[in-house]
Each structure stands twice: as structure tokens, then as C-alpha cells.
């Protein structure tokens, strides 16, 4: 089993700055696929980006250019780097792991962006 814990959520103006942290534990999840998805407020959960045990990354366009995933494998640990963030932003924001499918969520966090 792997644990997925979401931090770094909160409250910004629009074009400011969030870094989101998942931390796992349980079992390692370097070999894992990692990812950030989100739902807003009335939306079907939605992909934001992914990276690979070799880092390679994925994201929705929406949001390429502005943010940035990243993982560190030593301390079981995953990034999103969120910059020019905007009110379309808003969103629970949450990371998962899996072997080729998404096997493992967290509870999410709350960001939100003020316009």
C-alpha cells in the first residue's frame, strides 16, 4: 500500500505562486508513475501533469508554460511548482501513483485563486 499526503494549498491573488508537496509513504514509489489532477467547483476531475520514475513530465495544455512537476525518489516526495496562477485555477488539487494507472489517491487540497 502507498500513502499519498497532499500540502501546500491556500489562498492567492490571480498571477501569484503555490507549490503543492505530496509526500508518500508506505511502499517507495520511485518506479511509479506520479501525477497532479483536480476538480473544480461543478467539473469532472481533470489531469494537470505527470512524470515518470525517469521524469519524463505530461501536462494539459491549460496549464503548460505556468506549471512545473517534479519528484525527488530519496524522500519519496512529488512537486507542483504553480505560477501565473488564475481563477480557473481553483480547484482541489490532488496527486495519485500507480503502476501505469493511477492506484493510489490523496484526500486533496484546496487551492483558490482570487481574481
Known amino acids: 500500500q502507498v500513502q499519498l499526503v497532499e500540502s501546500g494549498g491556500g489562498l492567492v491573488q490571480a498571477g501569484g505562486s503555490l507549490r503543492l508537496s505530496c509526500a508518500a509513504s508506505?511502499?517507495?514509489?520511485?518506479?511509479?508513475?506520479m501525477g497532479w489532477f483536480r476538480r473544480a467547483p461543478g467539473k469532472e476531475r481533470e489531469f494537470v501533469a505527470s512524470?515518470?520514475?525517469?521524469?519524463?513530465?505530461d501536462y494539459v495544455d491549460s496549464v503548460k508554460g505556468r506549471f512545473t512537476i517534479s519528484r525527488d525518489n530519496v524522500n519519496n516526495m512529488m512537486y507542483l511548482q504553480m505560477n501565473s496562477l488564475k481563477p480557473e485555477d481553483t480547484a482541489v488539487y490532488y496527486c495519485?501513483?500507480?503502476?501505469?494507472?493511477?492506484?493510489?489517491w490523496g484526500q486533496g487540497t484546496q487551492v483558490t485563486v482570487s481574481s
Open positions: 512524470i515518470t520514475s525517469g521524469s519524463s513530465t
Open positions: 495519485a501513483a500507480g503502476f501505469g494507472t493511477y492506484q493510489y
Open positions: 508506505g511502499r517507495p514509489v520511485s518506479r511509479r508513475i
